[in-house]
């Protein structure tokens, strides 16, 4: 498929063919569902805890004996039947990650990008550079109609184009090898430079 490739004040800059194979696939909804909840489990902390009835802060004492009394046998006060007692198999520390196999990532994020396509939200960009003024890059993305976007570019992102896009809000600047799937898909509008479009070919042939 052929798309025009634009410069950040708004001119042509020709023209570029993007694969078929990456960006002409027919978005399945399955595939991309599988890999950003594999990217979400992945970067969950799984920090959160509870006090087993052998961390809670309270005597251990036996709270009266054991027969005779009329009322159920007890041993302490951190039994979790008590109020300030320990929890019984609660949350403990772990991780939530689980395996994707890679060929289901990488088609994963081929959907994503042929989502973007089809949707005619995929915009190619000669190329993202700027003089490090945030500004003149704030003026030239609202010019363009960028509200939430995700700029890609090569290998390496240039790094006064970084520090010029580092303040604007809904503004995310990626090198190549960090494209993915729920990134891609947030984003109203997707933006790959040339070098990003040859990295990602490059990167997912």
Not at 75 to 80: E, K, M, Q, S
């Amino acid at each position: 498929m052929k798309l025009d490739v634009i410069k950040l004040d708004g001119g042509k800059a020709g023209s570029v063919d993007l694969g078929e194979d990456i960006f002409g696939l027919d978005p399945r909804a399955d595939i991309l569902h599988r890999v950003v909840r594999w990217q979400r489990n992945k970067a969950q902390q799984g920090t959160h805890k509870v006090k087993t009835r052998s961390e809670t802060s309270y005597s251990t004492k036996k709270i009266y004996r054991q027969k005779g009394t009329g009322g159920a046998r007890h041993g302490d006060r951190n039994a979790p039947i008590f109020r300030k007692g320990g929890v019984y198999k609660g949350p403990t520390p772990r991780s939530h990650a689980h395996d994707l196999p890679k060929k289901v990532r990488m088609l994963g994020l081929k959907h994503a990008l042929s989502a973007k396509a089809k949707a005619g939200e995929l915009v190619v960009l000669d190329a993202a550079t700027s003089d490090g003024k945030t500004g003149a890059l704030a003026k030239q993305i609202k010019d363009l109609g960028w509200k939430r976007v995700l700029i890609i570019d090569g290998a390496e992102v240039n790094a006064d184009f970084a520090r010029a896009a580092a303040n604007i809000e809904g503004v995310d600047v990626l090198p190549s090898m960090g494209a993915n799937v729920y990134d891609i898909l947030k984003r109203d509008t997707l933006v790959i430079t040339k070098a990003g479009v040859e990295a990602l070919e490059a990167r997912l042939k």
